[in-house]
């Protein structure tokens, strides 16, 4: 009982839940119960005081309980949340939610049925069935059973509830037009019956339904009902049972409703069924641009044709001829399809397969050759060359390409330098200006406005001026050769244009970075091939001045990245020289930081240190 | 002129230094260098206070100055340094270093010289000297020059200075033995013998070693001065001019002073000597293991022999072949090098190439086969058995393996897994006790041996046990197939092992992520092939592993990494409070911080989320 008078208005709610704990550690659920309901404590409480101890002593708590309706009220108010840690957290200061339970409310209802049924199943048949709806995904086919298990009683048999009763329950608890569809799924024509009845239905609609339904034979009869109740895979699971009659229906199924893959799993691979949903299969993925898994789902239905095509639209030049083997093709119709492969991949800079194509489909070594030579794969070339007795292609083709890369490479190199300083000179720059204005700022007193002002101000001096010589710069490189690496850059970079413009700067910057220290495989393999043919003084100049581009774009990470980081430290954010204009300014630094999460601003570009590119031969020292 | 009285101990230097920086705004040199002089102040100054005022009157500095030890004085006492910045800075505030003239010494040291040299350059003779003296490399050999053009001209033609005391005054500022050796250096026998009659030499040494290099002609005697004064590249230059007799001395030289490439310029490519210094070059780079350029230096050589054994050394088996074919190896030769290399690729995991050698030159297309299937080379496989019309692989081989792959790679993911749990749930633990006893530190106003302490086991705790138990895991693993990648992770490992002991704890981590995240391509296209030939149940469950290990990972890098770097922010490390204990404390986290610079530690792994590798067909979804 509560103490009375003046004390009455002190803290009533902390000397109740004192009591109710002391209750629920000598599991005493009776004396709680009553205190929780008269002074409307939340019910959660009894288990989440302690789930370990109410988890073994269910038996307990329903005998003490004891009353039908308290346990309905009980397991009705059940919800996920611990109490514990959110509504009554003074009492118990929990920080953290062990989660030691982590679907707290079908825990407790399966324990406390189980409780129920070992102390009075007939008796406690309402919460019986209360346990089953309250499960996060309600039972309802299971409370359903039970009263229909119900039915088959006669009333004598100590029957507490009827299964009139139960029902009733039941459809308090539970929408009616839900169980309807719960009894149409069990397939039992009296449970919906016995459920169709208490609802609003007009029997005119449901019994024609029904009679219609009762026609029907076995599986075909369970597809009827799965698919009016949108169980489309129990559906395609009966509708493969029902033979090849039904084949149509299953195919539409398949298709109306996505259902490629279980289709699959119900047929045997090889089977005529199998290779026409793989088929459909195929298509669709076709349609929907996945030509590679298109391709592999026609191979699977032993669609051959159909196969090749969509391995032509995906560049799988392996299984193309794979395919074109498997349909015999002639000589000249492969040759035909090489040819245009090769050239395909070509554009894709992919030359050395495009030089395989030549070499072993189309059967032209020299196309192949000067393929090689294009790709700037000059080890491969040499092979082929050597392979096929064509050396000849080293005087006429190789040596004038070497040298032409070479200046290529020269002008790329030279060209990403220059935008390197640019861009790290403006950065300075706008780093510069920036402090000196936030000086001013500070020195003034300050007015925020103003300090907005300077922030958008000096971000996009950087972005768009720079941006666009850094454009016109990449057509220029792109001109002679659609490099891979350069395209990707590209595209990545008109990414940045749209984003915020410290995130384009630092970007933009980035993609460079990257851009110079992918060269590292190409630039070796070139050195490598300029030496043997004795272009020594070109391959040392190309070394030197990669080797500058490299040297300068380490040094200047440090300064580019961490400094950003660091910046922030430096603003007093608080102490004697602070004013309310200082710490929203700090505030709005604040969000500055927050922005400085994206990994392209926050994270510099770790360079591939580790791959060793440089030849010792070219490296003459200074002296 | 500086007040007297009291007001002498009062900042005298300040005025003084007024009055010369006024006086040299006005130009007035001379009045500068009087005060400068009188007062010690620094003589950069001079030019220092406005460099570009004094090189543009760098004539009219010379006029006013006018006396030659003002002048010697002022060049000797010039240093790199801006002594507005270090030693006089409270009078010019310049914060940083403009750095407009970067090689200070020489500028002055050149424009002085010109201005002296217009003027009266008998009267000016011993500054010059110093001019050619002072830069920051002396050109003692032009000095040396200028005193014996002095010994031209007779007394009475104006000379103000005779070669004699230019001379001394020379070795006065130089050894004399340094200066020796300048005078040998230009092949004057004259200037050598002036300047060794000043010196302590004996005669008796330098006549006879004189007289011999007088008895030899041109270039070999230039080679051998150049020689004596360890002039190596100048030596090469005059020995490969002396013709083929010599040609044995320039060997020696070039190997003893390792100077190939500078050699290799002096000769034609394909010349004689040519090829012997580049076999000797390639001699050379194997010794020290460069195996790749060595084998194209001995090309440059046209040695094929040692070239094919340097290129079989690193396995370059493009360059191997080009040159048995130069080499016009007969084919059973042939086929002996291909086999011996097909099994070294394969060790090496470049299963493909090792295809390649097996299919075009051991012609062996079984093993090529075989040699795919064992790299999961699936599509590049089922292509060669097309080709080769091996169908039949596919039943025998193929399948087996997908189905073994497909095991072995289940068991990979699971105790990557593992792992990965194992791990990050030892952090989580580390955090907590970590955070637990640094509250209680706070609280109980702290002991830094004890915190101390607690670093030092915490990190420990993590170390140690848990890397030994990823060995044994990793031993598992590596027993089925010899991944290159993991052998990689596992080497990175051990390095991570013998650092610092948060660097080992993230390093697993990092390592363990890349490891997962790089398998991407493997998998992608073991699930095509595993979907092709109807494996869909297996490919279904690798499918599913292989994400679930992806988003676990990818939800936990946000955890692992980010509290590290924001954890420093929370510690109050001033306030009221504040005790010397936790000052000193936050120092010592100052250290943890830059600790963290590491990037390892620092920077979370970026995962390849844009490699798509998941299957639509293998999305049953979960419903």
Known sequence: QMPRGNLETIHPRALVLSAVRK???????????????????????????????????????????????NINLFISDLYAEDVTVTMYTAAYQKTTDDKEFPNKVNTVCDAVRQALIDNNESKYLLSILVTYVRKTTPELEKALLLVRALRGLKPPDQVVVSAEEALKYLLFLVDVNEMY??????????LVLMVAEKSQKDPKEYIPFLNLLRQLEGHYKHFTIDRYLKRYKKALDHITKCGAEHFNECVSLVKEHNLFTEALQLYLPGSQQYKHIATLYGEYLSEKSKDEEAGIMFVKAECWEQALSSFQACKNWRQIFCMTARLKYSQDKEVDIAKKLSGQLKELRRHQEAAVVLEQYVMDVEESIVCLIEGCLWEEALRMMYKHSRTDFIESNLKTALVETCEHQMDTLNNLHNDFEKYTNRLDAVRKQKEKERLEFLESGGDLGADADLYSDTSSATGESIQSSRYSSDSRQSAYRGDKKQKKAQCQKSKYKEGSNSRSRYGCLYTLIKTVDNLRDEIQSLLKALVQFHFDKQAVELQKKYSDCLSDIEKAIPDIWSDEATENRKEPVLGPMTTANSIAQAVQRGQVVSEKQDPIIRIAPTLNKDKKWKLSTLDCGKS
Chains 1, 2 share one sequence.
């Open 181 to 190: 569809d719960v009894a149409l799924g069990t397939y039992d024509f009296d």
């Open 23 to 69: 209750a629920l550690d000598r599991m005493n659920f009776k004396a709680a119960m009553i205190l929780m309901k008269k002074h409307r404590i939340n019910l959660n409480l009894m288990f989440d005081h302690n789930p370990k101890l109410f988890l073994d002593n269910v038996k307990e708590f329903v005998q003490q309980v004891e009353s039908v309706n």
